[in-house]
C-alpha cells in the first residue's frame, strides 16, 4: 500500500536551514505528483511547495519562495524539502501528500519548530 514517511524536521533557530526528507513506497514515485504542506497550530493547513511528474514548475506558496525548494531523488523514491532562511512563521507540522487513483495520501509529519 502507499506509505509516505516524513523525517528531518527539528528546533532550528532563525536564518537556520532544514532538509525534510518524505521516503515513499507502494506507488511509482517518478509518475505522480507530490507535495509538502504544512499547518501551524490554530491555522488551517496549506500546501506549501508541489512537484509535477511530468515537469514543468514547481509550485511554491508566496511565502517560501526563494527560501524552500522542493527536490526529487533521481535514484530513489524520495521527496525532500530544503528549507533555508528559516522564519518563526515557518513553525508548523509538515506533511508530504500524493494522490494516487484518486485518493489522497498523507504521511505522518515531522515537526520544524524555528525559534531563537
Known amino acids: 500500500q502507499v506509505q509516505l514517511v516524513e523525517s528531518g524536521g527539528g528546533l532550528v533557530q532563525p536564518g537556520g536551514s532544514l532538509r525534510l526528507s518524505c521516503e515513499t513506497s507502494?506507488?511509482?514515485?517518478?509518475?505522480?505528483?507530490m507535495a509538502w504542506y504544512r499547518q501551524a497550530p490554530g491555522k488551517e493547513r496549506e500546501m506549501v511547495a508541489a512537484?509535477?511528474?511530468?515537469?514543468?514548475?514547481?509550485y511554491y506558496v508566496d511565502s517560501v519562495k526563494g527560501r524552500f525548494t522542493v527536490l526529487r531523488d533521481t535514484n530513489n523514491p524520495v521527496l525532500y524539502l530544503q528549507m533555508d532562511s528559516l522564519k518563526s512563521e515557518d513553525t508548523a507540522l509538515y506533511y508530504c501528500?500524493?494522490?494516487?487513483?484518486?485518493?489522497?495520501?498523507w504521511g505522518q509529519g515531522t515537526q520544524v519548530t524555528v525559534s531563537s
Open positions: 507502494g506507488f511509482t514515485f517518478k509518475n505522480h505528483d
Open positions: 501528500n500524493t494522490v494516487v487513483q484518486d485518493t489522497d495520501y
Open positions: 512537484s509535477r511528474w511530468f515537469g514543468g514548475s514547481d
